[in-house]
Nanobody, 119 residues
Framework: QVQLVESGGGLVQAGGSLRLSCAASGRTFSNYVMAWFRQAPGKEREFVAATTWSGGSTYYSDSVKGRFTISGDNAKNTVYLQMNSLKPEDTAVYYC????????????WGQGTQVTVSS
């Protein structure tokens, strides 16, 4: 059974940092793209960042580029999202997701972790 389990969310002041983790299990993810999405109250879920397990390619939304960094640890089957210079508008539930690299649909999702940035 495939599982993506997020952790690391919490409450932080504007300008602070958090690191989210996504532990993947249940299959081999070497040919998957791992991503982070977020959903703020009353808004649609939006893409934040993605990476391949090889680490050769990373992608970011314009809203987080330069502040967030996505990375993966193959040995631990864990993907991270380092979030710096946090803003109140980054407040959302953050979800980890996975898709086969040759497809466009994310098929595995975690349960989400809440990030709240106070002003």
């Amino acid at each position: 059974q495939v599982q993506l389990v997020e952790s690391g969310g919490g409450l932080v002041q504007a300008g602070g940092s958090l690191r989210l983790s996504c532990a993947a299990s249940g299959r081999t993810f070497s040919n998957y793209v791992m991503a982070w999405f977020r959903q703020a109250p009353g808004k649609e879920r939006e893409f934040v960042a993605a990476t391949t397990w090889s680490g050769g390619s990373t992608y970011y939304s314009d809203s987080v580029k330069g502040r967030f960094t996505i990375s993966g640890d193959n040995a631990k089957n864990t993907v991270y999202l380092q979030m710096n210079s946090l803003k109140p508008e980054d407040t959302a539930v953050y979800y980890c997701a996975a898709r086969i690299a040759t497809t466009s649909s994310y098929v595995y999702w975690g349960q989400g972790t809440q990030v709240t940035v106070s002003s």
